[in-house]
């Protein structure tokens, strides 16, 4: 008998040291070329994945996109087009840790030094001194919030902004429920490098799958489109340190919501309502009490956390009646 657990043991050895080193999946066509039409600039030494396409000739307006965790700036391939049709220039970006750009490990990754890479970025494309119009999700909220918070302290070299569109994006800790695997990822302590590394997409998808309403979910073609984004230059190996964004969170809530609670530009949130991670009715009770000035767009009762990929339509339709509004 104790033989027999020998040989299994001695079989698992070199079948777990494969499994743990699994070359990340191939791009598919689509998220292929989303990389290929995108370009990099460097950030203190790393490489920043952005996306940059002028749409409408002759306007001065400019949205730059703020993506959510743990996914990318693909996130917004849906509504892009039709970004285009309305914007003069349409710029996102994949933050520090997150799809096509750099990882570094081990590495402090924090709020401040994200909202530091996308006031860099528009330094480089020469647009420091425009007008923006920033539209988040998600992780992009709070990161928002800093350059709001920014903004508003009037700091030379700052973004100026414009207008104001938050989505599903937990800007509120006490109303924030983190799915199981981040609280274990977040606060795993020395576990949490094991379990990045034993992270794989049937984990993954079985994750991130409930955060999409029932009728909305994604497509296991869009499922290995999302995991090819983390799996790249082994982004499933710092999402624990990424998450720490929710400790800071906490840390900051008077700096980043009290921002969002004074500043006169127009603001705006568009919202899914069957969020389980900032969950419906306590989030826009929260929210509407603490901005009473923030218009809402509440999507169909059946949409999720994802609202952009869950209803592009919807959200476009949201988010076009917002800034025309002012």
């Not at 001695?10 to 699994?22: C, D, G, K, R, T």
């Not at 996308?118 to 999700?137: F, K």
């Given at each position: 008998?104790?033989?027999?657990?020998?040989?299994?043991?001695?079989?698992?050895?070199?079948?777990?040291?494969?499994?743990?080193?699994?070359?990340?999946?191939?791009?598919?066509?689509?998220?292929?070329?989303?990389?290929?039409?995108?370009?990099?600039?460097?950030?203190?030494?790393?490489?920043i994945f952005y996306q940059d396409s002028v749409g409408v000739v002759g306007s001065p307006e400019i949205v730059v996109l703020l993506h959510g965790f743990p996914t990318s700036s693909y996130d917004w391939y849906k509504i892009w087009e039709g970004l285009t049709l309305r914007f003069h220039r349409v710029i996102a970006l994949d933050f520090?840790?997150?799809?096509?750009?750099?990882?570094?490990?081990?590495?402090?990754?924090?709020?401040?030094?994200?909202?530091?890479?996308?006031?860099?970025?528009?330094?480089?494309?020469?647009?420091?001194?425009?007008?923006?119009?920033?539209?988040?999700?998600?992780?992009?909220?709070?990161?928002?919030?800093?350059?709001?918070?920014r903004y508003k302290q009037n700091r030379s070299g700052r973004l100026t902004i414009k207008s104001l569109c938050l989505s599903n994006g937990g800007i509120f800790p006490e109303t924030h429920r983190p799915l199981l695997l981040q609280k274990l990822l977040k606060d795993g302590g020395v576990l949490s490098p094991?379990?990045?590394?034993?992270?794989?997409?049937?984990?993954?998808?079985?994750?991130?799958?409930?955060?999409?309403?029932?009728?909305?979910?994604?497509?296991?073609?869009?499922?290995?489109?999302?995991?090819?984004?983390?799996?790249?230059?082994?982004g499933n190996l710092v999402i624990d340190s990424l998450l720490q964004y929710i400790n800071q969170r906490k840390k900051f809530r008077r700096r980043w919501v009290g921002t969002l609670a004074s500043v006169s530009i127009p603001i705006h949130f568009i919202y899914g309502p069957l969020d389980p991670i900032n969950p419906y009715p306590e989030f826009l009770e929260l929210y509407r009490k603490t901005l009473p000035r923030s218009t809402v767009s509440i999507l169909d009762d059946h949409i999720s956390h994802y609202p952009q990929l869950e209803d592009p339509m919807g959200f476009l339709n949201a988010y076009m009646g917002f800034i025309n509004s002012f």
């Open positions: 008998m104790r033989e027999w657990w020998v040989q299994v043991g001695l079989l698992a050895v070199p079948l777990l040291a494969a499994y743990l080193h699994i070359p990340p999946p191939q791009l598919s066509p689509a998220l292929h070329s989303w990389k290929t039409s995108g370009k990099f600039f460097t950030y203190k030494g790393l490489r520090l840790g997150f799809g096509f750009s750099d990882k570094p490990r081990p590495h402090q990754y924090s709020i401040f030094e994200q909202a530091s890479i996308v006031e860099s970025l528009l330094r480089h494309l020469g647009l420091q001194n425009r007008r923006i119009n920033l539209l988040s999700h998600d992780y992009g909220d709070i990161v928002a919030q800093e350059l709001l918070y094991i379990l990045t590394r034993l992270m794989n997409f049937f984990v993954f998808s079985r994750g991130l799958t409930p955060v999409f309403g029932p009728y909305t979910r994604p497509s296991e073609s869009e499922l290995w489109d999302m995991w090819a984004g983390i799996r790249n230059n082994d």
